[in-house]
């Protein structure tokens, strides 16, 4: 059994009794438990076919129950899993209970969330698997290193948690952030027979067979600086670890119509920076990371996000430009959602149109015009309970481009979510 694997079972064992004993303790022992969750149907309705993908209906469930006991002021238990099944083979057929989301496919039974928070002064210290989200800036986020996502569908990747200590310490105006991930967790990939991975119509004979994914072995660890000033805000941050992104090499197989599709995730380094200036008019908002790799082959680059936002009423407008300037270009190919979306001028709005009812959009025009992403959603709330939402994804430019290459990927939806 490998050190972080010994951790992993000590940190969830500990965890698992701290809850049971907390369950049983005594009544004079003040405590606060809170719960809530969810039960939600998505449909999504793809108008065109793709050269390797004839399905127009996907339909997905999802069941998730949160946990909160608060036994005490100085410490925090939080617990989540999900439930999941799917129309189109995007879930795993087997109900045992997944911890590590390290997966091609999303388990049908996962912990999406199981940790504790302690907190002491200006110290907290928050332990096991949980969200660690830096930066400021929307839709593309360069300094955000400790967020994987589940990209099966490209455009709407959900995020997942990392198991990991951090620990915070606040004084005055400044916050110190150290975080510590002992197991590395890669985001997921589209499937390979499926719509979101683009093949050209010219190679759809080929079988595409995912190949061996070893995953790294060293811990990744960061560190943040942040200053709250009179009227602004800036942070540096440090990143010494993985792309949770992988590079991608592909390999024919003694079949002549098969290809192996081999994944690695390079080491990365990232040093970068966050700032917010409110005004009069509007916020400011920019951020910039530098990322260097070790690895043979692997590009070095920079992005940077300038963006605007004005809060007017009850509307929420934003807009600004994503780019990248690559210092090192290596032989690699990779999928990377993140350097996909920049060189765009990029947008969202959104408006709550009453207490029960609101609409959102957001999208990324490419600067030379050869890709466009726009998606938009419409929600309400029936009840105390009920919530629906209609969205529709647009997706159209030229086929070498990353946006374009999802040209028949447009698609309407709709969820109905009940909450309790």
């Known amino acids: 059994m490998t050190g972080r694997s010994v951790w992993l079972r000590l940190a969830t064992f500990i965890s698992c009794v701290l809850i049971s004993c907390l369950g049983s303790s005594r009544p004079s022992v003040a405590q606060t438990v809170a719960q809530r969750g969810f039960v939600e149907a998505r449909g999504a309705f793809f108008p065109q076919d793709t050269s390797n993908d004839s399905q127009n209906t996907v339909v997905d469930l999802l069941a998730r129950e949160e946990a909160f006991v608060l036994p005490t002021s100085w410490i925090q238990f939080a617990a989540a899993i999900d439930a999941r099944a799917n129309s189109h083979g995007h879930v795993e057929s087997s109900w045992h209970l997944d911890f590590r989301d390290r997966g091609r496919l999303r388990p049908a039974l996962s912990v999406r969330r199981l940790s504790s928070t302690l907190t002491h002064g200006p110290m907290t210290l928050d332990l096991g698997k949980q969200f660690i989200r830096w930066g400021k800036t929307d839709i593309v986020t360069p300094t955000d290193r400790f967020a ?163 809060q007017t009423g009850e509307w929420l407008i934003g807009g600004g430009y994503a780019g990248e300037v690559v210092t090192r270009r290596g032989t690699s190919v990779n999928f990377a959602p993140d350097r996909g979306l920049t060189r765009s001028v990029t947008g969202h709005a959104s408006y709550a149109i009453d207490p029960s ?57 709709l969820s109905l979510r009940y909450s309790f």
């Open 357 to 413: 009812r609101s609409v959102a959009f957001e999208c990324a025009i490419r600067q030379s015009g050869a890709g466009v992403y726009a998606k938009g959603e419409y929600s309400w709330t029936t009840g105390q309970h009920w919530r629906t939402t209609l969205f529709a994804v647009l997706l159209g430019g030229r086929a070498e481009d990353f946006l374009g290459q999802y040209q028949r990927n447009s698609h309407l939806g």
């Open 148 to 310: 994987p996502r589940d990209f099966i569908d490209v455009f709407a990747g959900e995020f997942l948690a990392v198991t990991a200590v951090r620990l915070t310490l606040q004084a005055r105006d400044e916050t110190f952030e150290a975080v510590w991930v002992p197991f590395f967790t890669p985001s997921r990939m589209p499937l390979f027979n499926q719509r979101w991975t683009a093949v050209p119509p010219s190679e759809t004979a080929l079988a595409l067979i995912d190949g061996q994914a070893p995953f790294p072995e060293r811990a990744q660890a960061g560190v943040r600086w942040a200053h709250a000033g009179n009227g602004y805000e800036y942070a540096l941050s440090y990143f010494d670890g993985f792309n949770h992104l992988p590079d991608i090499v592909v390999r024919p197989r003694a079949d002549a119509l098969e290809l192996e599709i081999e994944r690695s995730y390079p080491a990365l380094r990232m040093l970068g920076g966050d700032a917010a200036l409110p005004t009069r008019w509007f916020t400011a908002k920019g951020e910039a990371a530098y990322f260097a790799t070790s690895t043979p082959g692997a590009d070095e680059y920079v992005l940077y996000v300038l963006q605007l936002e004005r």
